[in-house]
């Protein structure tokens, strides 16, 4: 790896649902899209470990951007969204053994429901250094919200996961990636201190700032060779592509946004078949 990746490039991946190959997994969860094979995400954390990467924390991750260390080691965030039970059941003894810490976002409603982590198990998680976060209460979209619906999305969440577990909560994750300056304004508003978006690309030491981080979604398409590219932030076209997609879903409203994905992902099974 060249030292422009390792200074001025940063991926932050994010997972979703982990499935074992007994069939532990995703219980309850609808987006079957970004579903992983516990193979691949294995797969996927022996390449960062064995080109010596280092996993950050968030506080790691907005230092990042301050620019370039003398002589650095690769890096990378590691993100989870949703609080699945499969992040506890697979996730969580893949990351201790290869000493990697990851960031859990948390959809506050749901903690303790069936498929999701509950209480207990998020404190295994504080205990073994990961960190967790806010996924919003109930996991809607925030773009066409009322400002009160808003403000109790990303405040009240944030203040039951700090009451559960008596731990501070700074980090936010957009839910479903809908995501527009209102939502960041509110966020900032509402103390959180960075916020991870679902913006499909690297981060880049451009002047931008911390508070608003991209990630790169890891769905089941993502092969070792695909992994590589997106790690180092070599995939042309990624970042025009996610620009669109940023764009329309802070203008379209969610229904229609989704409407319009599903057709896509139809036709393109079609001439997939």
């Not at 064995?50 to 996993?55: A, E, I, P, V, W």
């Not at 053994?97 to 409603?109: D, E, L, Q, S, Y």
């Not at 304004?185 to 201190?193: G, L, N, P, Q």
């Not at 990624?238 to 599903?262: C, M, N, S």
Request: hydrophobic letters at 35%; glycine letters at 8%; a positive charge.
């Amino acid at each position: 790896m060249n030292m422009e990746n390792k200074t001025e490039v940063l991926a932050v991946l994010n997972y979703h649902a982990i499935e074992a190959p007994s069939g532990k997994g995703p219980l309850g969860f609808r987006q079957r899209d970004y579903a992983l094979s516990l193979d691949a995400f294995r797969e996927q954390l022996d390449h960062l470990a064995r080109d010596g990467y280092r996993s950050l924390s968030s506080r790691e991750i907005a230092s990042w951007f301050e620019g370039p260390r003398e002589n650095p080691a690769p890096c990378v965030g590691l993100t989870f969204d949703d609080g699945l039970i499969s992040h506890y059941e697979c996730v969580l003894p893949e990351l201790r053994v290869r000493n990697f810490k990851g960031i859990f976002f948390m959809t506050a409603a749901l903690i303790g429901t069936q498929g999701y982590m509950n209480r207990d198990q998020l404190k295994e998680l504080l205990k073994n250094g990961h960190e967790i976060g806010s996924h919003g209460l109930t996991h809607r979209p925030l773009t066409y919200t009322s400002a009160t619906v808003l403000w109790r999305e990303l405040s009240e969440s944030k203040k039951m996961i700090e009451k559960d577990l008596g731990i501070p909560v700074d980090c936010f994750s957009v839910p479903r990636g809908y995501c527009n300056p209102r939502v960041l304004r509110t966020a900032e508003k509402a103390s959180y201190r960075l916020v991870f978006t679902s913006f499909g690309d690297v981060n880049r030491q451009d002047g931008r700032g911390p508070r608003s981080i991209r990630r790169i979604a890891i769905k089941p398409a993502t092969n070792v060779a695909l992994f590589r590219s997106l790690i180092r932030g070599e995939c042309a076209g990624l970042h025009q592509r996610e620009t669109v997609k940023a764009f329309l879903r802070w203008i379209v409203p969610p229904g229609i946004y989704d409407l319009a994905a599903a057709v896509k992902q139809a036709l393109s099974a079609r001439r997939a078949s």
